[in-house]
């Protein structure tokens, strides 16, 4: 294995997430923070020290295999995490690491699940960097890396399909650098784009920042105790809606736009499913709970924000949905699992994954009726290899795996079943907010222990990272110099 590239990435990585801390280290400084500006200070030293323990220079031989790759993504954000918990702790936010690394994985992860009762107790600078994570997060930082580091080579694109979320990454142009680069444009511009709405809806810069930032990365860190909710505008909530639906469909459609091919883009067959998923879904949701709310109108504004932001994996909130009847939850629950679209930046299982599965499910059905036809697994028209077939497949049935295991391991924590089932699903599919009455979709997960703690950050990090690149490092024969 290249020990040498695998540690010259991880510096380079710390020392670019180091130099996004100067953003809430200005903001601090413009609101007159200074007894928190420090904390940022002494984090950034923190990944610059350790960037440059790891890359003092950069390697002859950069080039990564597919075992390089997986464990450079895995070990990159358990590090950012760690080093970026210190920002929590030295400010004195969160003055518990254990928990500051929980607030922070879930903020690189794109969770959303907080520790923090009291949001609005928090500097200016510290909840900007609480949504600079989910920035940072959403596209991936490794992303970033390459659309900002000179002279990758083809094999840094194993960084790229391991970290971007989706069963397929492909390249938008010939070189990774270049498609990484249009990724973060689009990325950035999008996020911009709904700063500026949410501006028209006179909520301040500071919150129409944050929450720019939140949805972008479809992770849900609010500045205020209520969520978006606390705004009570049904402007803000429809501009959220959007762009959280926005930000849950595949990049390349946008890029396609882009390219003015609308023809091609609008007929992607991911893009179009998932569009008619969450309209059913709204209705459903809707007519479930519009005898407890009073009417079809309130009903459809709490249900439409409800199934974006957990379909997205997004997690805003403004109505406490695990309040809501048995049905509503249900479509809720379906919507966090199926998730967003591939090559975005939401979480879940991935529509395309799951469309993949249900036709791999009816080709079986009729190779057994008629086995000696011939039938083949398409999607958006073109065949896919039954390699790649059986890759998805075997990912789903893992995925499956993890929710057995981390249910079990919860229980054993003395959660109750139902609590244990939707804190896995909310912790492993990126969304944040518990279905389950008993946890709270408007609570935070102060009290829990430490061993749930542990199950649910590593739910996290395996659902944001999907699966491979976590649990690779769990491999005894990973760390074999034969292997």
Excluded at 9 to 15: A, D, E, R
Excluded at 150 to 168: H, I, V
Excluded at 406 to 425: D, M, P, Q, R, W
């Amino acid at each position: 294995m290249n020990y040498r590239a695998v540690s010259y990435y991880l510096g380079v990585i710390c020392k670019i997430v180091g130099v996004f801390l100067v953003i809430p280290m200005i903001a601090s400084l413009c609101y007159r923070e200074f007894d928190v500006i420090t904390s940022f200070v002494y984090t950034a030293l923190i990944y610059e020290g350790v960037g440059f323990l790891l890359s003092p220079v950069s390697p002859k031989n950069k080039k990564l295999g597919r075992k390089e790759g997986l464990i450079t993504v895995g070990l990159s954000w358990i590090l950012i995490s760690s080093i970026g918990a210190f920002v929590f702790v030295f400010s004195g936010a969160i003055p518990n690491y254990y928990n500051a690394l929980f607030e922070t994985i879930s903020g690189f992860t794109t969770t959303g699940a907080t520790v923090i009762n009291d949001v609005e107790s928090l500097s200016k600078g510290v909840l900007l960097w609480r949504s600079l994570t989910h920035w940072i997060g959403g596209m991936g930082i490794l992303v970033f890396l390459l659309a900002v580091l000179p002279n990758t080579d083809g094999s840094a694109f194993q960084l790229m399909r391991f970290e971007a979320p989706g069963p397929q990454v492909g390249k938008l142009v010939s070189k990774v650098r270049h498609s990484a680069a249009i990724l973060y444009v689009i990325y950035f511009g999008l996020t911009m784009l709904e700063m500026v709405f949410l501006l028209f809806g006179n909520i301040g810069f500071f919150d129409s920042l944050n929450v720019a930032l939140s949805t972008a990365g479809t992770g849900g860190f609010a500045v205020h105790n209520t969520s978006i909710l606390a705004y009570d505008s049904l402007y803000v909530e429809i501009v959220v809606i959007v762009f959280m639906l926005i930000f849950s469909i595949n990049f390349n459609v946008y890029y396609l736009m882009v390219l003015k091919k609308f023809s091609t883009a609008f007929k992607d067959e991911e893009f179009r499913i998932y569009i008619i998923y969450v309209v059913l879904s709204i209705v459903g949701v809707a007519l479930a709970i519009m005898s407890s709310v009073g009417s079809f109108g309130v009903s459809l504004r709490h249900a439409a924000f409800a199934v974006v932001s957990l379909a997205s994996s997004t997690g805003f909130t403004t109505v406490d949905f695990s309040l809501w009847s048995e049905a509503a939850k249900a479509i809720l629950t379906i919507s966090t699992i199926l998730g967003a679209c591939a090559g975005s930046t939401g979480g879940g299982l991935k529509f395309s994954r799951f469309m993949v599965v249900v036709k791999a499910s009816y080709t079986t059905l009729l190779s057994s009726i008629r086995p000696n036809s011939v039938h083949i697994v398409k999607l958006n028209k073109k065949a896919i290899s039954r390699e790649d077939t059986e890759g998805v497949v075997g990912y789903f049935l893992l995925y499956i795996l993890v929710i057995f295991v981390s249910v079990f391991a919860l229980s054993v924590f003395g959660h109750s079943f139902s609590a244990s089932f939707y804190t896995t699903i909310a912790m492993f599919n990126n969304t944040g907010p518990c279905i389950d009455a008993s946890v709270g979709a408007t609570s935070s997960y102060l009290a829990f222990d430490w061993g749930s703690k542990t199950v649910m950050m590593l739910n996290m990090l395996i659902g944001r990272l999907e699966i491979f690149p976590i649990l690779f490092l769990f491999s005894p024969k990973v760390w074999s110099r034969k292997y």
